[in-house]
Structure formats: structure tokens, C-alpha cells
């Protein structure tokens, strides 16, 4: 009986990404880093412009793959909680410093969608040390399916390879909701996490959510924050106060959590009262309502509430 071939095998890459099986593994296999993640990923942006430009029109991806071995993405997981999150502020405020060097040579640097998109993911055909990229233009439209372009660095040179696949080859990976990202396109070029809110400002930020019952399926819920302190709760709650945000499911507590705006450091702070929260893949300790334990909330987290209902918080 023949054995089950893998993806790689199907669609012609075994040769280019995986090695041999009679090929030993390296004795110095390369351990992924942060900075190893960070500097691929401004790598393939920079790789979009220079692929997707013309004229004097600057055209980058929007979407973000970034595919490793489950092993690593695991160990990313478990040692280096909120990593991840971290790195893809780091790199938002990248692509930004250079779209503005192109925004000040005179380039149009307008954006093909409203928002950035990353998908941290893990294969199993991946081996330790293996690195993945796929890019998107346009999250959610109607790119045609075939013109998925794909990036791999074969462990044994290093070198990246690229090829134009279909849309298949994304059903064999795993998808964490711990790593997608969701980021609205500053037009001003200028990364939310480092800009004050001003109290004079009608409103600090804007809370949207997607909720897992049927009847909100393609719905958001969304909270505008206009008071220096707000409640989010779940459907039980009673109160009607501006300063309430009340989620409509079972799935979250009541109270679940409480956020504040400090005008002295211009920056949120969340407690947790719900039965679990977990904050940029870092779970917050439950406190009691009376006596709240306070976390920094960075301007663009998600917020993973019990394990099911998400909710992000953006610059108003």
C-alpha cells in the first residue's frame, strides 16, 4: 500500500521545502527567534511593494500568513506568551516609517483595504526551523482564488523559493485564534499604540466584538467609549448607564470586566471579574469587583473572553 503523501508532495514542493527522509537532521538546526519572525515579515512587505507597485503608486499586502512548524509555533506559545502580538506592533510601526519615506518622495500611498491582517499558523508537513509566507492584497474581497502568492525558506539553503499555488494549500493548515490579528489602516501613517487620546476628544476608543450565536453570524457589535470608565458585561446585565457595554450572550460574565482611561498617561487599563480572560495570549487574573486589579490594555488588543467571544479595542 503506497503511504499518504503530503501537501508538499501533491502540489510539487517536497523537493524545495522538506529534506530527504534518509536525511539526517542538522546538528545546528536553527531555533526561530522574535527577531527572526519580525525581520521576515518586513522582509515580505518590502518584497510586496517592489512586486505589487507601479507608476507612482505604492501597493503592498494587507494580509499576512506566517506559517511554522507546530513545534515552534508551539514553543512560541508557551514561552513566549503575547510575543507574537508584540511583534506585529513592532512590525505595523515599520510598515508605516517606510510608507512615509514614499508618502515624502512624492509616491501615492493609498491603501487597497482598511485594515492590516496576520494569521500566525502552523503545518504539520513543517519542520523545525522552516518558515512560511503567504500575502494577500485585499482581506475579505474577491482576489481570485488562484493568485495566492507563496514564499518558503527551505532549511537546507536558506534561500527563499516562490511560487504562485492555489487556494488549497490553506486547508491543511491549523488556524489559533490566538494568532490573528486584526488592525485598522492608520490613513495618517501613524501607528495608534503610540498616539495619546485626548480627553477632549468626544470618545477614547471604539470596542467591537463578533459573537457566536446564530443571529449576529456576519455582525459585529460595537461600543463607542465615551466616559473615562466603562463596565463590559454580559446578557444578564440590567444596567442602561452610557457607561456600559453590554455584550448579548451567555458566553460572557456579568460583570466580566472594567476599563479605564488614565488622562495622566493617556493610556487603558482593564480588571477581570469574568470566569476567564486572556489579554494578547496572556491570561489576566480574576479580581474582585470591589477591589479591581488593573493591567495595561494596549490600543489594538483582543480581548478573548471565556474562550469563545472576542473583543477588540481600537483607537476612537
Do not use: C
Not at 490566538?178 to 492608520?186: C, H, K, L, R
Not at 477614547?204 to 463607542?224: C, D, M, N, S
Amino acid at each position: 500500500m503506497d503511504s499518504k503523501t503530503s501537501i508538499w508532495q501533491r502540489i510539487g514542493l517536497q523537493d524545495w521545502f522538506l529534506t530527504a527522509e534518509n536525511t539526517s537532521t542538522s546538528k545546528n538546526q536553527h531555533i526561530l527567534t522574535p527577531d527572526d519572525v519580525y525581520n521576515y515579515v518586513i522582509a515580505k512587505f518590502n518584497d510586496s511593494i517592489r512586486e505589487l507597485s507601479f507608476a507612482d503608486r505604492v501597493v503592498f499586502y494587507h494580509e499576512y500568513i506566517i506559517s511554522f512548524n507546530s513545534e515552534d509555533y508551539t514553543s512560541f506559545m508557551d514561552n513566549k506568551q503575547g510575543i507574537f502580538g508584540l511583534i506585529i506592533n513592532e512590525s505595523i510601526k515599520k510598515f508605516y516609517e517606510t510608507l512615509k519615506q514614499y508618502r515624502a518622495a512624492g509616491k501615492t500611498v493609498i491603501p487597497s483595504s482598511s485594515k492590516w491582517v496576520f494569521r500566525l499558523v502552523s503545518h504539520p508537513d513543517y519542520e523545525r526551523g522552516d518558515i512560511g509566507f503567504i500575502g494577500k492584497l485585499l482581506p475579505g474581497n474577491n482576489q481570485k482564488e488562484e493568485n495566492l502568492r507563496v514564499t518558503f525558506i527551505p532549511r537546507q539553503t536558506g534561500i527563499a523559493q516562490t511560487f504562485d499555488v492555489s487556494q488549497d494549500i490553506l486547508k491543511g493548515f491549523n488556524y489559533y485564534s490566538e494568532g490573528y490579528y486584526e488592525i485598522p489602516y492608520m490613513e495618517d501613517l501613524e501607528s495608534a499604540e503610540n498616539e495619546i487620546v485626548s480627553s477632549g476628544k468626544n470618545s477614547f476608543a471604539r470596542f467591537e466584538t463578533i459573537l457566536p450565536e446564530k443571529q449576529f453570524i456576519g455582525k459585529k457589535v460595537e461600543y463607542v467609549m465615551k466616559d473615562d470608565e466603562i463596565v463590559i458585561s454580559g446578557d444578564e446585565e440590567t444596567r442602561e448607564e452610557s457607561n456600559i457595554f453590554r455584550i448579548p450572550t451567555e458566553w460572557v460574565n456579568t460583570p466580566h470586566l472594567q476599563v479605564r482611561f488614565n488622562k495622566s498617561d493617556g493610556k487603558f487599563y482593564l480588571a477581570s471579574f469574568g470566569e476567564r480572560t486572556v489579554l494578547n495570549e496572556i491570561e489576566v487574573e480574576k479580581s474582585d469587583v470591589n477591589s479591581p486589579s488593573w493591567v495595561e490594555l494596549p490600543v489594538n488588543s483582543k480581548i478573548l473572553l471565556n474562550g469563545i467571544v472576542g473583543v477588540n479595542i481600537f483607537k476612537s
